[in-house]
């Protein structure tokens, strides 16, 4: 991994107090994706981009697998940067702002087997958690590799083009800072 996006993300970690204290999700405007993502998966072995025009019209809702912006595309999801506004200036800091949000994860839920391999996704593209919340029973598997379990004020970084699942074995919601990287 380059020096500069190790650096970078630090300030995630630096700052995580500051995030998780801002942090509150019954705040936030959550999308909820299961059925949609689980039957992409089911078809394709692949996970689903979701574009913005299909966010603005998605139920809210936090009930399987679900996500809350806070840059889409570039640019502050306001609804949500509003109400974290000091986390959505870190991320700012960091700059990477192509996709950023917080993902949430239900218990008895999760994400089989898949690729995230659509539409220009590089080699080099990684994907970033910061657990805010869980009760530690949440883990994220990648072919190849050994089970890594979400842990609050910790991170994950993967290969999303890598074959992985996630999955909630536990009775708490999982809730993670998700940034895309490259």
Do not use: C
């Amino acid at each position: 991994m380059e020096v500069i996006l190790v650096n970078k993300l630090k300030a995630i970690t630096t700052f995580g107090d500051q995030i998780i204290k801002e942090f509150d999700p019954t705040k936030l405007e959550f999308k909820d994706f299961s059925s949609y993502q689980d039957k992409y998966i089911k078809e394709e072995q692949r996970g689903y981009s979701i574009h913005k025009d299909e966010y603005d019209v998605a139920d809210v809702g936090d009930r399987g697998w679900a996500i809350a912006p806070l840059y889409y595309g570039g640019k502050p999801y306001t609804r949500n940067a509003d109400i974290m506004p000091k986390t959505t200036k870190i991320l700012s800091y960091v700059g990477y702002t192509s996709y950023a949000g917080i993902t949430s994860l239900n218990p008895d839920f999760g994400l089989d087997w898949h690729t995230d391999d659509y539409g220009g996704i590089s080699p080099k593209h990684m994907r970033y958690f910061y657990t805010l919340k869980t009760d530690g029973m949440t883990y994220l598997d990648v072919e190849g590799e050994e089970r890594q379990y979400f842990k609050e004020r910790e991170q994950i970084l993967f290969q999303p083009k890598r074959r992985h699942r996630v999955w909630n074995e536990g009775k708490e919601p999982r809730y993670s800072l998700v940034i895309d990287v490259w």
